[in-house]
């Protein structure tokens, strides 16, 4: 039995909005869609082309999109070339796209992107891991072909999230130093799209579920382009429908709800149409997976039931592709998180493709999601990277420049992945570091803004070990502790007796000083694959899988601690340096995603831990 809400009465009319909010293009009965991925041609930007966009570029390269370019040509100049890099291809408008308004989306240009069609700037963005879209109607004819130039800046600063900073050497050289241990891929590393929607279309859309007992509730806010009138209807997976109800803000029951789970996801499928004079003028559908979250004392409840988050700390993050989406390796690295038993995962350390989310909506993985704000702690990778320590929050280093840049990527992260079931909580930073002076002004605000654009989701960050309880200047501020402890490997190396009292000591700290659920977002140890030993022998495969049981032996022990995910899912590029030897090693699978000794190790807690929940 369904019980929905119909009206009988003229719907009332949505508010428009001037500025879109990035719903992502899609196929309906009133929007067409074309992917432009493939090969286009591709230079280095050159004082002796200032202008690239005003002609065909003149060069013999060309790169794959979606992909990073730093691995792609033997060419060491591209490879670490600082500064803007130029994609263009010819595009052909679909003929029958008259009437319609014509949308060019960068799914992400990192770190900054700008767009031209033939030799007229129409887009420009900063933030390298989120999505923009400009309006080209007025500048091309449907039918004809244009000229489409995108150029991206892979520049980092004090006023980028991430932070960092370029030295110019002795040679002449642009040299970009950056404070996070993963390399600076660049390039437009996601897919890039050419899409048609009405002139009234519907413009974007919150949805936030409750349970009754047993009803789902699914209240719909939406907005559209231009005055119109709305209508939602909400279908169950079978395609039956379980609730309609009109207006811009609208409120579905739905009786005997099915509720997405983890391990269980399951989704309805939610229509909005857009209607002038009675008449559908644009439809829009997406998923909605009706769950609830909330933290209860040192509990993470989803639907009401406690949650023990099991899984990794990931990268997008693989050879030749650097951070360039592959649906080959989404597909099996979700097996290989399913093999192992895990059933979450962290964006770390900056916004996943949105493939991703999506697989995870229905695949039941609970994620967290986190900004790319890694890098506030000038003084942490110093002596990894080579760049120099700074204090890090003053006005020459993080400063105003870069809460404003933070606070905007939370607006855009928030806009894309509002609506993703798979979401359950917000990171808005990654190793922070918040025992600095200066560290509460600069996040407190940024707290605020998130519960504001999200009243619906927990907000967490990821605390550094060199900020342990006491010395910590935000952690009340949030709702979630996330923590990273390397302690057998960066502290008490290869001592795990001494690294499992230091851990369990801490872990009681944050226990009684918060009352908070307490996850650990990062832990483990770098390891070569085939090096072996029968003593505590840091890098090999035996040492990483005693550091696996000495943590989870102290994570049993302590009741506040309600998830645990390793650092890391894979081996993955760092910048060059003698201190990783070709990247990071902690990944549990090698870059090429084989299994180290700690993946079956990890199978077998973790599956039992699935089998005891189901």
Known sequence: MTDHTTSTTEPSRATPRRKATMLKPQT????????????????????????????????????????????????????????????????????????????????????????????VKVAEHVGGYLPFEADITEHVTPGAEFRLTIGVDNELTMETIPPGTIEVAADGRRVQRYFHDFYNYAGLARSVWLASRPAVHVDDVTVVTELEGTTGIVRVDTVVSADAAVRATLRDASGTVVGTADGASATIRV?????WQPGAAYLYQLTLEALVDGEVVDEYALPVGIRTIEVRGAEFLINGEPFYFTGFGKHEDTAVRGKGHDDAYLVHDFQLMDWIGANSFRTAHYPYAEEVMEFADRHGIVVIDETPAVGLNLGLIGGITGAPKLATWSPGTIGDAAQAAHAQVLRELVARDKNHPSVVMW???????????????????????????????????????????????????????????????????GDLAAAEAGLETELRAWESLYGKPLIMTEYGADTMPGVHSVWDQPWSEEYQTAVLDMFHRVHDRVPALVGEQVWNFADFQTSAGIFRVDGNKKGVFTRDRKPKAAAHALRTRWTAMRDRAS
Do not use: K
């Open 255 to 259: 009786a005997d709800a099915t509720l």
């Open 427 to 493: 990171s808005i930073t990654n190793e922070p570091a918040s025992n600095e002076e200066g560290a509460r002004e600069y996040f407190e605000p940024l707290v605020q803004l998130t519960r504001e654009l999200d009243p619906s989701r927990p907000v967490t960050f990821v605390n550094v070990m060199m900020a342990p309880a006491g010395t910590d200047l935000v952690a009340d501020l949030f709702d979630v502790i996330c923590l990273n402890r390397y302690y057998g490997w960066y502290v008490n190396t």
């Open 28 to 119: 309906s009965a009133t929007r067409e869609l074309v992917r432009l991925d493939g090969l286009w041609r591709f230079a280095l930007d050159s004082a002796d082309v200032p202008e690239p966009w005003a002609a065909p570029l003149d060069t013999p390269l060309e790169a794959p999109v979606p992909a990073s370019y730093n691995d792609l040509f033997t060419d060491p100049r591209i490879r670490e070339h600082v500064g803007w890099a130029w994609y263009q291809r010819s595009v052909r408008v679909p003929r029958g796209w008259a009437g319609d308004r014509v949308i060019v989306r960068v799914d992400a240009a990192t770190h900054e992107g700008v767009v031209y069609v033939d030799d």
